[in-house]
């Protein structure tokens, strides 16, 4: 069975770059066809598709993130990464890591690690 796990810090200073990391076991991250996703719920909102990185290599992002958002992977540690730079208050949110068979869709999910951004 895949699980996913993230991990990164807790507690983020304005202006600073977040960075986390999800590592995969149970699975590869580079079969075939899989994407491998960043998703983050806000306090009291929804959840939210930051973007993703294809068994390829290739990259998706959402168009409201794509110019602070870098997603890469280390296909020897079977890990992918989230940066987002610049990041400030309203970036305070559980971030979760995922797998799915298509863009959208997620069949496996990390259990999400809260990230605070805050002087």
């Known amino acids: 069975q895949v699980q996913l796990q993230e991990s990164g810090p807790g507690l983020v200073k304005p202006s600073q770059t977040l960075s986390l990391t999800c590592t995969v076991s149970?699975?590869?991250?580079?079969?075939?066809?899989?994407?491998w996703s960043w998703i983050r719920q806000p306090p009291g909102k929804g959840l939210e598709w930051m973007g993703a990185?294809?068994?390829?290599?290739?990259?998706y992002y959402s168009p409201s993130l794509k110019i602070r958002t870098s997603i890469s992977r280390d296909t020897s540690k079977n890990q992918f990464t989230l940066q987002l730079s610049s990041v400030t208050p309203e970036v305070t949110a559980v971030y979760y890591c995922?797998?799915?068979?298509?863009?959208?869709?997620?069949?496996?999910w990390g259990q999400g690690t809260q990230v605070t951004v805050s002087s």
């Open positions: 995922a797998r799915g068979p298509v863009l959208g869709s997620n069949d496996y």
């Open positions: 149970g699975g590869s991250i580079t079969t075939n066809y899989y994407f």
């Open positions: 990185i294809a068994y390829s290599g290739s990259t």
